[in-house]
């Protein structure tokens, strides 16, 4: 019996960001989350010798500036990042607990910072090393129903779960290409069953496990095909089982049926957001330059799609790293609700 | 010739970025800076008026006072033809005085040079800072580029103090240019014996130095207070220039907060010298310019503002005659130029001012042509 | 192994790439010298460094968009490559085709034409000139673009011919007269450009190149005495075949890779410092079809290299590299290396910023007291740190050197222990005054017995003492 893969199509709606270092827009994000109402969370990781620019940025999903947190300056030199408490050097990954509270990853300095919704700093934890409960170079966080936090655990090629303040619950995988075993994994996913996604990095695949961490299913192979995966970084799972894939060396984001089969793609559709229309109007002459640019399609096209996040609204986000800033499709089903023509 | 204590000296602060003029300067009295402004804007009763029309950004106390004593000489409209829109390649320009081919001389590396043709003294020309801005750039003018004063020096890593009195005992042997081994290797042992020697002529100054004036910790501070020292000390230097940290008066974003800290620095600093100078009795013959690459969009960008042209300098000092030169710049969009204030002053009448008027040199060949001068000084 | 094959590796690592620890000259030297020339001239043989893991780790070197972050990604290329020469041709090629970006703000725009170099900077000169004619970087930056069939605009003609290939002259004659520039640049009227798309509010885009025959000058030209409807790649067919541009290529890599010479502008009036040197590798040039691969090979194999052991101020992107290959610290992606990358600015090499399209002045003129106080304090601030594997490395080296071997003899002599660093480091030589000094300050500590607690500090105190000299500061 052939099995017939019930499409969905994803409808572009809008582009938010710019690139700055500072205020509206992002540097370099690397990834996003979801919270309350139309907010979302942006982690800019920016470039090494600008460490202003590493931050959490607070907007709407309308493009509304909220404002930002956990800037990593520090006084002691200049162009250098600061370890203090609430600060980020190689920022990787952010989650929001069932209170709002915000979970950044830090994969140079092995420490998850817990900040408030509003971006105070709260606490930290995170031990370096091998062994149970220690980190190395964290780079995906999710929340389970239990409000339990799973830490893709890159450089130990494994994901563990912890408490939300840090303690060990337990883990799995390992070092390998085999059924479980990961190489340098890198973002998660929690589907509505509690189930996992794992983007397994350099394995060029994603990876579903059970709760308890059994492994489920795999997909994607090495290439640049239907289906084929180039260095996977995120994965989202939608409320329909729908899983999308920040497919980052193919510049593009697949997604794929609930088991695993290959449904569609997009290589971008990014146009000027509000806050790229302001900066376009402060400089009025960039608006002409435009009108004779030879290539201009270009700007449409995903260039480092690092993270993916779908919501319940039918919201798909997709962040670009080399672009600085995300584009958000609508995810439509072709199903035919009833109604009039 | 007077002593060299009473010569007359030159300070430079750079403000790397862009300082946007027109929140500095503010034309708070025109209603066309609202309308461009709806977002990155003074509020006008904030504003330290100089004027009905401008006045000095709130966070520019320490500024606003020397300017009520008459110090301080606001240069308006401070540009030059062409204006370019890029850091390096304007910075360049101001450095080099070339708008319209790429130069290698700095204007106060040449400077330096008339002042002191044999280099007699290695610290004629002082830079606080790491690595050489352009301007004090010249062949044969040797100018020590600072980046600690407290810790300037050759073989600064070797921490146990012993070891690094012999280790420098070593090296000041190894260098030492009576062994004359010819070519290349004699150039350097006389560059290692100058730069030793400049080291530990500086590495004195903080010994020397004392003074009730506490300085900001920020990295303009330091270099303010590195630059009192030095002065202090008398080593007979006669240009000292320094740089606000790199690029930071860019304020393409978050500019109010941003720019607030750095003028309430960059002016507490400025404030901080002069009384320091002045407490030492030393503060006649020091002339301050303060100067950025280029000014801003006059349009904000919801959050900030993007490079323009069309910028301020400020000279300040016991010397100068305080009050404002040239005219502020039109806001009426026919007025502007490609979005930005059209500059009505060449930088390089500031600098022929300065080197004419200020330190007695004759500045065309130092500046590459005639320039029209002010009457600040 | 025999001392002097090892310091002879060091050398060729030295000039060839940017030196090595010594582990690697062991087993370079004990697999050939000739056979290590053919595997440097053959990059493909050895793999690229992973681009994947280094983009994770450096989120913004996919972007690549502003100078510091090419600078930190040249810096790391430099450092960890397992194809040396490919990087030290480009570094040669950048000296020379000096594009810049304080008029280009664009830097991939700019490594993009870096990458240029690394393919085809090993290959044919001809192929290499044509890649450089089409590089939007350049294009850009000498204002081909500019440059129209009815304005020429003679900024790259003229540089191609007086910088890039021919020079102004040679034996005291000039090589080409200013209508051959006119015509030059006629040649080139075409060679453009696509509009940019405004770097606000996502960031650059490449340009690309794009020949536009409606705006390139057809009619006849006459060129270095040669008459016909030449277009660009005419040109470089004419210029390539000149032995004005034999000599200047020749003169170019000597200088870069032998012994330095006068700066280029004295070239014109000032015969090479070994003119049969420079008739063989020109002879080469011809032979092979102006590959410069083949120069290179001659040229690392000839008698002239091996005798030119430190005939070359280091530059100091040399300065930086080569003590950081030895020390071998940022042999992995790690925050601090916008700081490592800066230090060679503060040297006054502001890679892929050059001051002007004449690019850097050299040998010497690197040095000044404020380059030099640099210099001495990076390096010694590097062999001076114990915790770095390669510092680990040479110190361990020491207390295994052969006098400690005698169990009867458990202290290293003073001499010892500078000779053995000197090797180490690379097959240093010092004046036989400066070494004097170096064994003097080391006996005064006492006895150097491997394993006392003091020994690693002194060993590095040797190694800091050594990176100051006058000798260090050559390649």
């Given at each position: 019996m052939t099995t017939q893969v019930l499409g969905i199509t994803l409808q572009p709606s809008h582009t938010i960001g710019r690139a700055?270092?500072?205020?509206p827009g992002f540097r370099n994000p690397v990834a996003m989350a979801r919270g309350a109402d139309d907010l979302i969370y942006v982690v800019s990781r920016s470039y090494e010798y600008r460490p202003d620019g590493k931050r959490v940025t607070i907007c709407t999903i309308g493009e509304d500036y909220v404002g930002e947190f956990a800037?990593?300056?520090?006084?002691?030199?200049?162009g250098e990042a600061s370890s203090a408490d609430g600060s980020l050097i190689w920022p990787t990954a952010i989650a929001l607990d069932r209170e709002g509270n915000v979970y950044v990853a830090d994969e140079w300095l092995n420490r998850i910072s817990i900040f408030t919704g509003e971006g105070a700093y709260l606490s930290k934890w995170g031990t370096p090393?091998?062994?149970?409960?220690e980190i190395s170079n964290p780079s995906g966080l999710a929340f389970d129903q239990d409000d339990n936090l799973y830490l893709v655990d890159s450089e130990n090629h494994r994901v563990q779960r912890f408490t939300w303040d840090g303690k060990y619950l337990s883990q799995f995988g390992r070092k390998?290409?085999?059924?479980g075993e990961f190489n340098m994994p890198w973002g998660i996913a929690i589907d509505r069953h509690g189930d996992i996604f794992i983007a397994d990095w350099r394995n060029d695949r994603i990876q579903k496990f059970a709760p308890d961490g059994r492994f489920l299913m795999k997909f994607g192979t090495s290439?640049?095909?239907?289906?084929e995966l180039d260095r996977p970084t995120g994965v989202a799972v939608d409320k329909d089982g729908y899983i999308y894939v920040a497919d980052w060396g193919n510049d593009r984001l697949q997604v794929f049926s609930a088991r695993g089969e290959y449904v569609t793609q997009t290589t971008g559709d990014g146009a000027i957001s509000k806050w790229g229309k302001d900066k376009l109007d402060a400089n009025s002459e960039m608006w002409q330059e435009r009108d004779i640019?030879?290539?201009?399609?270009?700007?449409?096209q995903f260039w480092g799609p690092v993270a993916v996040a779908v919501d319940d609204d039918d919201n798909v986000f997709v962040v670009e790293s080399a672009r600085s800033r995300i584009q958000i499709y609508r995810r439509q089903l072709p199903t035919f609700f009833g109604g009039r023509l | 010739m007077t002593s060299i204590k009473k010569d007359p000296v030159l300070v430079v602060l750079q403000l790397s970025g862009g300082n946007d003029a027109l929140n500095t300067?503010?034309?708070?009295?025109?209603?066309l800076y609202a309308d461009n402004r709806p977002s990155v804007r003074v509020p006008e009763e904030q504003v330290l008026p100089i004027n009905d029309y401008i006045g000095l950004n709130p966070n520019m106390g320490p500024m606003k006072k020397l300017y009520d004593a008459g110090k301080v000489a606001i240069i308006q409209g401070v540009g030059y033809p062409n204006?370019?829109?890029s850091h390096f390649r304007s910075m360049d320009i101001w450095h080099t005085c070339e708008p319209d081919k790429v130069g290698t001389e700095g204007w106060l590396g040449r400077a330096i040079k008339e002042i002191d043709p044999n280099a007699?003294?290695?610290?004629?020309g002082v830079n606080f800072g790491r690595g050489l801005p352009r301007a004090l750039a010249m062949p044969g003018v040797p100018v020590a580029s600072v980046g600690n004063l407290a810790s300037?020096?050759?073989?600064?890593?070797?921490?146990d103090d012993d070891q690094r009195v012999e280790a420098l005992d070593v090296f000041s042997r190894i260098y030492s240019?009576?062994?004359?081994?010819?070519g290349v290797v004699d150039y350097l042992s006389q560059t290692g014996m100058d730069a030793l020697k400049g080291a530990d002529i500086l590495s004195a100054a903080p010994e020397m130095y004392s003074s009730s004036v506490e300085y900001g910790s920020d990295t303009v501070g330091q270099y303010m207070r590195n630059i009192a020292q030095t002065h202090l000390a008398?080593?007979?230097?006669?240009v000292l220039y320094t740089t606000a940290p790199?690029?930071?008066?860019?304020?393409?974003?978050?500019?109010l907060a941003a720019h607030a800290k750095l003028w309430s620095e960059t002016s507490q600093a400025i404030g901080d010298f002069y009384d320091d100078l002045k407490e030492h009795d030393a503060n006649d013959n020091v002339t301050l310019l303060v100067f950025t690459e280029f000014g801003r969009r006059v349009h904000d960008n919801g959050s900030g503002t993007d490079h323009g042209s069309g910028g301020m300098a400020f000279v300040i000092g016991d010397a100068v005659k305080g009050g404002l030169y040239g005219e502020y710049p039109s806001l009426a969009a026919d007025k502007l130029l490609e979005g930005d204030l059209h500059f009505n002053n060449d930088f390089r009448s500031i600098y022929a001012t300065l080197l004419e008027?200020?330190?007695?040199?004759?500045a065309k060949p130092l500046i590459n042509g005639s320039f029209e001068q002010f009457d600040f000084i | 192994m025999a001392r002097n094959d090892v310091a002879l590796m060091a050398h060729l690592m030295r000039r060839a790439g940017f030196g090595a620890a010594y582990g690697e000259l062991e087993r370079r030297a004990a697999a050939g010298y000739e056979a290590t020339v053919e595997d440097l001239l053959h990059p493909e043989r050895h793999p690229t460094l992973e681009t994947d893991i280094l983009e994770r780790r450096f989120t913004d070197w996919k972007e690549m968009n502003a100078l510091e972050v090419n600078q930190a990604y040249w810096t790391y290329r430099m450092i960890n490559t397992q194809r040396p020469l490919e990087e030290k041709i480009a570094l040669f090629w950048h000296g020379i085709f000096c594009t810049g970006n304080s008029k280009c703000e664009h830097g991939r725009q700019i490594q993009l034409q870096i990458d240029l170099f690394r393919e085809k900077?090993?290959?044919?000169f001809r192929d290499l000139l044509l890649g450089l004619s089409a590089d939007p970087a350049m294009v850009f930056y000498l204002d081909n673009c500019m440059s129209?069939?009815?304005?020429?605009?003679e900024n790259w003609g003229r540089e191609l011919l007086e910088?890039?290939?021919?020079?102004?002259?040679?034996d005291g004659e000039a090589n080409y007269s200013e209508d051959d520039v006119k015509e030059c640049a006629r040649a080139f009227t075409g060679w453009t450009i696509t509009n940019a798309i405004p770097r606000y509010p996502y960031g650059r885009y490449e340009a690309g190149f794009v020949y536009n025959q409606a705006d390139h000058d057809d009619a006849d030209k006459t060129f270095l005495g040669e008459t016909g409807r030449w277009n660009g790649e005419d040109v470089i067919d004419l210029i390539v075949k000149q032995p004005a541009t034999a000599r200047f290529v020749s003169r170019h890599l000597y200088n870069f890779f032998v012994a330095d010479e006068p700066q280029?502008?004295?070239w014109q009036n000032t015969p090479p410092r070994d003119l049969a040197a420079i008739q063989a590798l020109e002879a080469e040039y011809y032979r092979s079809g102006y590959d410069i691969g083949a120069m290179l090979r001659l040229l690392f194999n000839a008698d002239f290299f091996k005798d030119a052991r430190f005939a070359k101020v280091k530059s100091p992107a040399e300065a930086v590299i080569g003590t950081m290959r030895v020390v071998r610290d940022f042999t992995t992606p790690k925050p601090g290396l916008h700081n490592l990358a800066m230090n060679i600015r503060y040297m006054g090499q502001d890679l892929m910023n050059p001051?002007?399209?004449?690019g850097w002045h050299t040998g010497g003129e690197w040095i000044d007291s404020g380059t030099l106080v640099e210099r001495i304090n990076f390096a010694a601030d590097q062999v001076g740190n114990l915790e770095l594997p390669g510092v680990r490395d040479i110190v361990e080296r020491v207390s295994t050197a052969s006098d400690a071997n005698?169990?009867?003899?458990s202290a290293v002599s003073a001499s010892e222990v500078v000779d053995r660093c000197l090797d180490l480091l690379g097959g240093y030589e010092l004046a036989e005054i400066t070494r004097e000094q170096l064994v003097e300050h080391v006996s005064r500590g006492g006895e150097l017995t491997p394993g006392a607690a003091d020994f690693s500090q002194r060993v590095g105190q040797t190694l800091q003492l050594i990176v100051s000299t006058q000798e260090y500061q050559f390649a």
């Open positions: 700055e270092f500072s205020g800037r990593g300056v520090t006084t002691a030199g200049e090393g091998s062994g149970n409960g390998g290409n085999g059924d290439g640049a095909g239907e289906g640019a030879q290539g201009l399609e270009r700007e449409r | 300067v503010v034309p708070y009295g025109d209603p204006p370019n829109r007699e003294n290695v610290l004629t300037y020096g050759v073989l600064t890593g070797i921490e240019p009576a062994l004359g081994r010819g008398g080593f007979g230097t006669r790199y690029n930071s008066f860019d304020t393409h974003a978050g500019e008027k200020w330190l007695g040199l004759d | 900077g090993l290959g044919s129209h069939r009815d304005a020429i605009n910088l890039f290939s021919m020079g102004v002259g040679m280029v502008p004295a001051p002007t399209v004449e005698d169990s009867s003899v």
